[in-house]
Nanobody
Framework: QEQLAESGGGLVQAGGSLRLSCAAS????????MAWFRQGPGKERDFVGAISSTGAYTVYGSSVKGRFTISRDKDKNTVYLQMNSLEPADTAVYYC???????????????WGQGTQVTVSS
């Protein structure tokens, strides 16, 4: 069974850093584009960033560009989200997603993890 499992969330002070991991299991995900989305309290699920199946291309949401970096390790079947200069507005549940279509919208991804909570204190 294909699964995505996020880890690495937690509580951090504003200005700090966290690295989230998304471990894929059940198959090899080298042919899938991978993305991160987040959902804050009372908000819709928003696009954070994506990395292409080859790792050659990345794209980021405007609110995180320059602060967050996505990478992937094909040997470990894992995708990472390095988050720097965190702000209270970054507080959300962060979700990893996989899909065969490149894009920044929810419908481009058809496999989702359970999410990991990130809380940034001021």
């Amino acid at each position: 069974q294909e699964q995505l499992a996020e880890s690495g969330g937690g509580l951090v002070q504003a200005g700090g850093s966290l690295r989230l991991s998304c471990a894929a299991s059940g198959r090899t995900f080298t042919s899938y584009h991978m993305a991160w989305f987040r959902q804050g309290p009372g908000k819709e699920r928003d696009f954070v960033g994506a990395i292409s199946s080859t790792g050659a291309y990345t794209v980021y949401g405007s609110s995180v560009k320059g602060r967050f970096t996505i990478s992937r390790d094909k040997d470990k079947n894992t995708v990472y989200l390095q988050m720097n200069s965190l702000e209270p507005a970054d507080t959300a549940v962060y979700y990893c997603a996989a899909g065969g279509t490149w894009g920044t919208q929810l419908h481009h991804y058809n496999l989702w993890g359970q999410g990991t909570q990130v809380t940034v204190s001021s």
